[in-house]
């Protein structure tokens, strides 16, 4: 930079800020495709035909109960549902083709459609790791520091189930991590469907809070779920019991089979879409069985495993692949989707960035509605480390940064300041520039652009190092949007209450 | 896995092996655009106006010499040469589309057009790291054991000008460097652009070994040179030679302006692209008036500067906006073209990773023929480290991977596969796996998935320490492809006798 510049920046009384919205962002990439349109065709086709004459291993009754009703042919001895493709057809006729989930604030509220694009952090993960305590059985706290992580950055548009609260009991646990999710956060919170009891007080939580009769929380979708199938071709007693429940109460569910190719699905990418299509079918199929126009979301998780160990693996061509591949699938249907990240690496290397950028692109190319995983997930989910969600917060922010338009108007062209600027010259000083560099560039988190010699003076410290200083400091400042203390305190009443009855257990 | 299958697959005698191409890649990828068709005419009549308008400074009197009498407009007193559109527009009508450059097998042959993709290793850094030997000026040994680790993947199809040789004197060390890549490799070799005598003796040496005759030299690409331009509008004396040098001897030269937003070029993505296109319209007319037909490349190098320190930055959304644009530019043209991945990380970390996936990312969707520094780079160029070399090289490999076919015929559907494995069962000893599984996936290079118990055992090693081992390996126990003992002994022959001569210094 020159002295000039810096001069005439030293003046700067207030400098001006970049302002960018990355709460409602919209895909700007033409979706890619890994299959013709006669194999998408044929994929679907042949799903419907898993469902129609393999069936589906229901172990809910109620949930087979319905399908009867709705003219599945039922096997109460094997448990086998098979579903025509009538019942497929009417399902997708009635899902939404796109609905927003209210927050906390109207600019909170998601829109959920194809062509939508939301990310949300790592989900799941029974270990949270970080560079000083080390890896050990998620708490609640780290649950609620993820919460405030997640909340700081607009371009996590919703929650997520983050890490296990190990040290909450199961019958109690919904109860602290939902509280945590409404009390430090106004983005869409995950709720839990592990028992119907559970779906119950999480829908009620959340209707206290956001101030819903239960009419409006009934008509208006305010947080979400995700029910995961037993690949193959196995739907168990929560998640059914969980697509029930969430369609009955108009909240949407996102149905997403975990197939992992050569192990739960197919060794191959058709293949293990083939069967992720029927699984996702069946469980949108039952969403509308329960309540004819739920809102509902497809999802598809496929990735492959390390053949020599059984290992999964992440962020593979293979994952890439897929993802595309289900994105096609998606766009048949016209729904939207959702797709992952992920990355089966140990520690936040070079490894752990790689696997989740390629996947993250494999999902970005492929129009996915929702981007889980997208930040923190080490070992295929195993873990969730604080510094690898500051650092692919960086590339989720950039994928956000590539949704803003690039302008190509006279002054972006800049014909005057090529004018200006001699042969050989600089366009530090230029007016052009002037006008435009403090807002011109997005404004990194973590990266570290000074040269070697600095680097080196200021301790040489990696990514991963610099990360821990930032989610601390999110952390330590950290204070929660306003909310009414009289909801709070009529959600800490419910709870109260809903505990001294045993609280609600998970059932399996 | 399965016992059964971990049985099984003991008696393999020999286990069945993955053969794949990576050596003739077309990108798979529908080309993503950031501009309206509108705004890429735009952008392009705007460069032909800033070359007729405000022309282009050439320092080289022959070339402004040869622009003059092709009816270009020259001020011999300030060097300004303005170049009217017809002298664009004949030379893109003459510049090929499509050429092949020769290796030294038929199987390292490279087409050169849109459509093809290739990618190569880092470029020009004058250091070189390890994390055993750490960060020193670059040698002629280093330069050597990056020819090695090139020849050693396909995926490199082809090699590049590396890192500075700094122990070699610079009036010789294009002798050592270039017998470096044609006594270790049979790709496609770099040639230096320096001066004409250097060019000249580059062509000799390649000729030589090829055992190509001076026609035939002439008449095919058997190397490959980057010409950069001084931005903005400069074009000095070493690369307006070699332009001219590369084109007479039918030789492909890639002209490419690094034109940093906000430093050499305007702040914004289009007004960097505009001064990015002319430039390189400027250089490819030189190219065609030197000889009409001759083999050329449109090239982009755009990234950002830091607004707060005027340090370059990679992997930026402005980088991966520029790239993606200078796309739509290249294909306006219908030329080949090279676009490049960055990264200004210090360390082989995830910000390093970052940087160079977004950027390769950025250059895959925009359809480049070649993606420069696309393994390698630390500190914008500054530096190669090896381990960042082996770790890119897995993402290389992984777009390489995304450039073959994915099936979607009945087998690959596997509806008889889905039919054989019950409702909660696994695929892992499905007939359908055990057909495929060898071959099935990608196998990774440095990625050690194991679970995190094993990692810990085996001592908690990340990808960069990972990657020491690979590449350490590879140079141990690399042996050069055969090449005929007659020719390099003439090679030496001819090395001798110029060195004798007194070399050839570059020219500036």
């Known amino acids: 930079m020159t002295g000039a510049r810096r001069g005439r920046r030293g003046k700067d009384a207030v400098a001006q800020r970049r302002e960018v919205d990355y709460r409602r962002l919209r895909n700007p990439f033409i979706p890619q495709t890994v299959f013709s349109e006669d194999s998408v065709e044929a994929i679907h086709q042949t799903a419907l035909r898993v469902l129609e004459e393999l069936g589906m291993k229901v172990l809910l009754p109620d949930a087979r109960r319905r399908f009867r009703l709705s003219g599945a042919l039922v096997d109460e001895d094997t448990m086998i549902v098979r ?13 939404p083709r796109a609905f927003a989930v209210r927050g906390g604030l109207k600019e909170r509220d998601v829109p959920i459609e194809l062509g939508a694009l939301t990310f949300q952090v790592g989900a799941g993960s029974p270990n949270t790791t970080d560079i000083v305590r080390g890896r050990r059985p998620s708490t609640l706290r780290d649950f609620a520091d993820l919460v405030r992580i997640t909340q700081h950055y607009d371009a996590l548009q919703m929650l997520s189930l983050g890490v296990e609260a190990q040290d909450v009991p199961t019958h109690l646990r919904h109860y602290a991590v939902l509280r945590a999710q409404l009390t430090l956060s106004d983005k869409v919170p995950y709720a839990f469907a592990r028992s119907a009891m559970q779906a119950r007080d999480c829908h009620e939580m959340i209707r206290i809070v956001r101030g819903a009769s239960e009419d409006e929380f009934r008509a208006t979708p305010y947080c979400m779920t995700v029910i995961n ?32 190719m050569g192990a ?4 191959t990418v058709a293949g293990a879409l083939t069967l992720s299509h029927a699984e996702a079918l069946a469980g949108i199929a039952l969403s509308q069985i329960a309540r004819p126009g739920a809102p509902v979301c497809y999802g598809a998780f496929a990735s492959n495993v390390d053949m020599r160990s ?26 939207p989707w959702r797709c992952a990240a992920g990355c089966a690496a ?17 999902s970005v190319l492929a129009g996915a509605t929702i981007v889980k995983h997208a930040a923190g997930w ?19 922010q950039t994928f956000a940064e590539l949704c803003l338009e690039t302008p190509a108007d006279d002054g972006a ?12 010259g600089h366009f530090f000083a230029a007016a052009h520039t002037m006008e435009r560099y403090q807002t011109a560039f997005y404004e ?17 410290r990696d990514a991963t190092q610099r990360a821990h200083d930032i989610w601390t400091r999110i952390v330590n400042e950290f204070s929660p949007p306003p909310i009414d203390a009289a909801r709070i305190e009529e959600l800490d009443a419910f709870i109260a209450k809903r505990t001294e009855a045993g609280g609600a257990p998970p059932v399996s």
Do not use: Y
């Open 346 to 362: 140990n520690v936040n290397d070079a490894q752990a960035a790689h696997e989740t950028e390629m996947s993250a692109w494999g």
């Open 229 to 260: 199938t037993n690949s193959p071709r196995q739907l168990d007693i929560p998640m059914a019991q969980g697509i029930i429940d969430f369609a009955e109460a108009g909240q949407p569910s996102i149905v997403t089979p975990f197939c992992l």
């Open 378 to 396: 080490l070992e295929g989910g195993l873990t969730v480390s604080f510094e690898k969600l500051i650092t692919d917060i960086e590339m989720v």
């Open 83 to 95: 579903i025509g493709r009538d019942i497929v057809e009417a399902a997708l006729r009635s899902a």
């Open 264 to 267: 739960m699905a197919p060794v």
């Open 310 to 335: 059984g290992a999964p693996a992440f962020g593979t061509p293979e994952e890439v692949k897929a993802n595309i591949g289900a994105g096609q699938l998606a766009r048949r249907l016209g729904l």
């Open 444 to 460: 990194p988190i973590v990266a570290d652009w000074s040269n070697f010699g600095k680097w080196t003076e200021r301790g040489a």
């Open 413 to 424: 062209i800049a014909f005057a300041a090529l004018a200006e600027v001699p042969p050989g």
